[in-house]
């Protein structure tokens, strides 16, 4: 296990990709959200008093909005920490791109396999040390379920072999 600590495996491949559009969708998204917030407030401070002409009201009436301040407060702090998270995002995006070897992303395993070789190094660890334990590659299954999906299965495959011949 310390030699898993010790050593440093660089992203390549699809992991690579994946990791980079994983931090392109957080950053749209918060932008997203961020914006929505900003078009529903006209800003991000919440109003004392809305005049409203909606249903059950018969004209426009003075509405009075219930602790204002700290509704502003509480959507600035909010917007403050997306704000935060989206520096933090494109800073990890702009670092990820930075670091990263063009090569190295297409980097296959030596033998010509189009597995990455960081999948195949994930993979033969767990298949070393992960199959005696349930709950990795193994969970025990609920018997009456499998019995049904058994009966299910048996019950239709009679009849698509039929319509086969």
Known sequence: MQVVHKRRLRLTGALWWTYACSL?????LEAGFMYVVYAVYRGFQTPRLVQCGEWPCPQRVD???SRPTEKTVFTVFM??????????NLAELAYLVGTSDPGRLRQRSPDGDPVPVVMKDTINFLSERGLEIE????????VTLVKEVQLRYNSVMPRLQDDQR
Do not use: D, E, H, Q
């Open 24 to 28: 392109l969708v957080r950053l749209l």
């Open 63 to 65: 509405c009075f909005v």
């Open 135 to 142: 709950g990795i590659f193994r969970r025990s299954a609920n």
């Open 79 to 88: 917007a403050a920490a997306s704000g935060a998270c989206m520096l933090l």
